[in-house]
């Protein structure tokens, strides 16, 4: 695995890069994703999504304590 620049502050290790999984249609794996504004129910499905920023999650979880951090990129 490639270098983090991601240190846990809590025991100073290296933190490894993952991502946190959603389900999707069907019940498919999808990476997890930020939504800008307040969520707002769509009268057919789930969200209204439409002219709103996205953005994927990335997350760092510190193999000594578990810790995760979460960015939107």
């Keep these: 695995m490639a270098r983090s620049d991601h240190i846990c502050p809590n025991c100073k290790e290296e933190m490894e890069e993952g ?3 959603d389900r999707g249609h ?7 994703e ?7 129910p769509s009268f057919f499905i789930g969200l209204k999504t439409k002219n709103k920023r996205k953005r994927r999650v990335i997350a760092y ?3 000594s304590c578990g810790l995760l951090q979460e960015y939107a990129r």
């Design 19 to 21: 991502l946190l999984l």
């Design 26 to 32: 069907g019940n498919r794996p999808v990476p997890q």
């Design 34 to 40: 930020w939504l800008e504004g307040k969520p707002e």
């Design 61 to 63: 979880r510190c193999p």
